[in-house]
């Protein structure tokens, strides 16, 4: 047996556990030992059943007498019952429903029992306890028991044992990370720390083993990212030269005067657009913050010097408020834009720059094709195969993280240069994620909203004043504005959870019905069809729609001046960084707006952690904050590398994370192939091939 060895390999993994485990992702010993446990039951202090009180839980070490089997009345339900006694005392000890336990635990063996004690009509006893014959090297009980996310058919225990088994098995287990990085850090190797993590013999074992885990992670994704980083310099990109007096006809035509931090951020862009490498930059800037026009500016320089530019937006709305913005203010500049989405295909022509035409799809490919479209303004339709630049020189991806690294390649292939790329967010990412995850990427940050942009107002409202929340809704409603609502599910609580949590479309139903029934209400969610959810956007866009109750999935960069309430519900299950994404769609024209906060949780921590966002107005500052308070686990971009959540924390920590990088540089430096380092070639390798398979 080894690492890779499938599971219908192993004894004692039969079929019906290969096929629950496949469910969790499980199919390989690797898999198996690298599903680490959550948290770690301490069982090894073994207490004498004199001082065992009722109520408690405990581990104990004894001996068993004969067990005598009965049945429940009324379900005839097996009963085991016992006395179970140690130096100290004797105490009964049952188990319900456990009949084959009078085969597995004979009489006058020792045997460890951990469980509570309770008292009810049968008396005080130990209650179905776990059980483990002493002697041997004990996985259950006597010790640090490691407990695992439980899944159906899976339980902790018989994932025990089989890990147990299987770490038994292997003989040994190749090292995967340098040992020299591992000894100066004074972590396990990964035979040790594989025990260490499953079976710790105390606690700081385990957490050694975790320190050690998530430096590899983190390690292997840093040499991803610096890898990508490294292979682009070698590259060549086509030099878009700056030519200011361009620049300066483009901002003097604008109707606003651009903000200090919009000035540098074109400035970086714009200077490195000029080099023959290919730009690799992450725009980064609160929304209403003013990236589009920064990102104008950049196409506008390409095309002036003879490029062409993809703008690919993450939804069709997107793409033509897009199309509609940059359109009008390129349009002065004999620059030709064309618009290829799901659905309808346009092109602005520079002898019609205040209106478009609709052209056929073929025509437009056409066009591109032969370098007739300048800009081309897009959804996801742009990377599809048929849509071919005859020179592109610039690639723009709005609102789409980590969407870059495969569509860029995607776009490159029909370039004889490798294009540059400019990436947008609104998400606040914390230094930590950026100089990992997003280490490939050069940061530009706009720090500055534009002048005269007025405060969202926000307001933490308490359960009592429900009602004049609503009336305040209703009196905006009134005066012609609009109003979010947002929930923080779509349908009924899953098991487990508040019953009080909102949903989409219980909240629909009594403010369509019963709160605001003489008003136009709709409702949005992430279960709709794309077209669906296209036109209630659409309707509400156009002032159709009064209130829109909806989920998550309001779009971050749609501009809806006319938007002035936003009303969050169950506010503490969200991150504080998205709370602001909300807050940042609203407070875009020139009404005053207002946030409100409703939480089902009178907890004072979360109270303290929702009043930041009266305190702050910087998503940056926010995000920073919310990754101390809660670990980095919901910045988004994050999923898809598949850190543990233990290696995530570890992304709140600066220090490691700068130490990681460092160490991650430095072996790059003697080894930038990797070839003294295979397995974490191949761990880089696997990385790639994840992300490029999203
Ligand atoms: P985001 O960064 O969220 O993508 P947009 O680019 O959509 O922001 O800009 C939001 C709004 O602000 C747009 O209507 C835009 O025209 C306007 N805007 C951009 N820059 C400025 C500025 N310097 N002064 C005033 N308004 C601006
Ligand atoms: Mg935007």
Not at 33 to 62: N, R, W
Not at 308 to 328: N, R, Y
């Amino acid at each position: 047996m080894n690492l890779s060895t499938p599971l219908s390999e192993v004894p004692r993994i039969g079929p019906v556990y290969q096929k629950r485990l496949k469910a969790i992702g499980i199919t390989s010993v690797r898999d198996l030992l690298f599903h680490f446990p959550q948290m770690y039951q301490d069982l090894s202090v073994i207490t004498p059943l004199a001082k065992a009180k009722e109520g408690s839980e405990y581990c104990l070490k004894g001996t068993l007498g004969e067990l005598k089997e009965t049945r429940t009345f009324y379900k005839r339900m097996s009963v085991l019952e016992g006395i179970f006694s140690d130096a100290s005392g004797s105490m009964k000890v049952v188990w319900f429903n456990q009949p084959y336990l009078k085969d597995a635990l004979l009489p006058g063996q020792e045997v460890f029992l951990a469980g509570k004690v309770v008292r009810d009509s049968r008396g005080v006893y130990l209650s179905s306890p776990s059980y483990e014959k002493a002697g041997a090297t004990t996985i259950h009980t006597g010790r640090l028991v490691p407990l695992y996310r439980e899944t159906r058919g899976v339980s902790s225990k018989w994932l025990r044992s089989v890990i147990f088994m299987a770490l038994r098995s292997l003989e040994n287990i190749p090292e995967s990370f340098p040992p020299l990085l591992l000894k100066e850090r004074g972590l396990p190797f990964l035979k040790e720390a594989l025990r260490g993590i499953h079976f710790p013999g105390t606690p700081r074992e385990a957490e050694l083993a975790k320190k050690r885990f998530s430096f590899e992670e983190l390690f292997s994704i840093s040499l991803f990212v610096l890898t990508e980083r490294k292979k682009l310099a070698q590259v060549k990109a086509p030099v878009i030269a700056f030519q200011p007096e361009i620049m300066k006809r483009f901002t003097s035509k604008l109707p606003f005067e651009l903000t200090g931090a919009q000035k540098k951020a074109a400035w970086h862009i714009l200077k490195d657009m000029e080099k023959p490498r290919p730009m690799n930059r992450i725009l980064q800037g609160d929304v209403g913050s003013g990236k589009t026009v920064v990102a104008a500016m950049a196409a506008l320089a390409a095309q002036k010097a003879g490029f062409q530019v993809a703008f690919m937006a993450p939804t069709e709305i997107l793409a033509q408020q897009h199309f509609k913005t940059v359109g009008e203010s390129l349009a002065p500049f004999k620059v030709t834009i064309g618009l290829l989405t799901g659905k309808s295909d346009r092109f602005i022509s520079p002898k019609l720059p205040k209106d478009f035409i609709e052209i056929s799809r073929t025509k437009l490919l056409q066009k591109t094709k032969e370098g007739g479209v300048d800009v081309l303004i897009g959804t996801h339709a742009l990377i599809q195969d048929k849509v071919k630049f005859s020179n592109l020189a610039l690639v723009v991806v709005d609102e789409q993280h980590r969407f870059g690294v495969q569509q860029r390649k995607k776009l490159q292939r029909r370039a004889q240069l490798v294009p540059h790329f400019l990436s947008m967010t609104a998400t606040p990412i914390p230094r930590t994620l950026a100089m990992t995850v997003y280490g490939d990427l050069d940061p530009t940050v706009i720090d500055e909203l534009p002048k005269g942009r007025k405060r969202v107002e926000t307001k933490i409202v308490a359960p009592e004043e429900r009602k004049k929340a609503y009336e305040f809704m209703q009196k905006q409603v009134k005066a012609g504005r609009q109003v979010f609502v947002i929930c923080p599910r779509i349908e009924k609580p899953q098991e487990g959870e508040s019953l009080e949590i909102k949903t989409v479309k219980e909240e629909y139903e009594k403010l369509s019905q019963e709160v605001f029934p003489e008003c136009k209400v709709e409702m949005l969610h992430g279960k709709m069809g794309p077209a669906e959810k296209e036109q209630i956007m659409r309707r509400f866009a156009r002032g159709k729609t009064d209130i829109l109750v909806a989920t998550s999935v309001v779009e971050v960069g749609l501009d809806i001046p006319n938007a002035t309430v936003m009303l969050i519900e169950g506010a503490e299950r969200f991150g504080l960084a998205q709370l602001h994404q909300f807050r940042g769609r609203i407070g875009r024209g020139r009404h005053r707006s207002t946030c409100l906060l409703f939480s089902e949780s009178s907890s004072q921590k979360t109270r303290q952690r929702l009043r930041a966002l009266l305190e702050s107005d910087s998503g940056f500052e926010l995000a920073e904050k919310d990754m101390r308070m809660r670990g980095p686990g919901d910045f988004a971009g994050n999923k898809q590398w598949g850190l543990p959540d233990f290696a995530m924390e570890n992304l709140a920590n600066l220090v490691l994370v700068q130490e990681v990088r460092a160490a991650a540089e430095k072996l790059l430096e003697q080894d930038i192939s990797l070839k003294n380092h295979p397995l974490l070639k191949k761990r880089v390798d696997e990385l790639r091939e994840k992300l490029h398979l999203e």
